[in-house]
């Protein structure tokens, strides 16, 4: 079976993992990058026209921007853990360097900027909102690190989510491809997944209404699925937990979803 064009597979080691950029991508906001980078070593990032939102995936960080340094950035082992990870928002005309105190493993989520005076804001993890989402093996654990209702970004929307074992997410199936609020609002969307145990799988599959874009997609450790447009649920086979980090961007900076109306009925039962 031919991979899907939508599917950025993962280097199995080296500091790179994976990079989606908006020329990949074929979209004009997001663009995602996840590296691991060794106790001691650093990186580097000039934010230019775009805003950053640095997420510590995994171990701890200290974060300097222009000067000024956010210290012990990061306590998770796992992106399992059933804690918020630290995480860092730099709007454009910055420099940023990332020193790992421990091994770690970070994202690098990107979208133009605007105009606006914004300033780098340090994201308060205790202050994250937590929720839990469906019931029975549609239940899933969410943590809002920049949702739409926080101002601080232009056009970044960043949220992890947790699904179990053998449970489906983002489920049942929604879009948000169209920008007509407040029914729906276009979004480019990448989702970041993780395995436990690490040699799992998962499926996602992206597709639209005409089924112009019908993909399916069999997700190993670490890979970046990109959803342009369409409907895109995620399921988690037995025995395998699975993890992803969501970036969403688009003109403007609004989650507004439609259900497929196909499974829709499901809410109402």
Known sequence: MMPSHLLAKAAPSGREIVEVTPERAGWTHIGFRA??????ETETVATQERELCLVVLTGTVD???????????????????????????????????????????????SAPCDDQVRQVRLLDSQAMRRSVRGQGSNTRYVCDILPHDDPTAAHLLVVEVLTPAGHSSSYPPHKHDLEQPPIETQLEET??????????????????????????????DHDVVMVPRGYHPVVAPHGYDL??????????????????PAHEWMLKA
């Open 35 to 40: 590296l691991r980078l060794g106790a001691g």
């Open 63 to 109: 974060v300097t921007v222009d000067g000024q340094t956010y210290a012990g950035l990061g306590r998770r082992d796992s992106v399992f853990d059933p804690v918020s990870p630290a995480a860092v928002y730099v709007p454009s005309g910055h420099q940023v360097v990332i020193q790992a105190r421990r091994d770690a493993e970070l994202a690098l989520c």
């Open 191 to 220: 989702y970041y997944h993780r395995l436990n145990p690490p040699q799992g799988f998962a499926f996602q599959r992206v597709y639209t209404d005409d089924r112009s874009l019908d993909e399916a997609c069999a997700v190993e």
């Open 243 to 260: 993890y992803y980090l969501n970036v969403m961007a688009g003109p403007n900076r609004f989650w507004v979803f439609k259900n497929d």
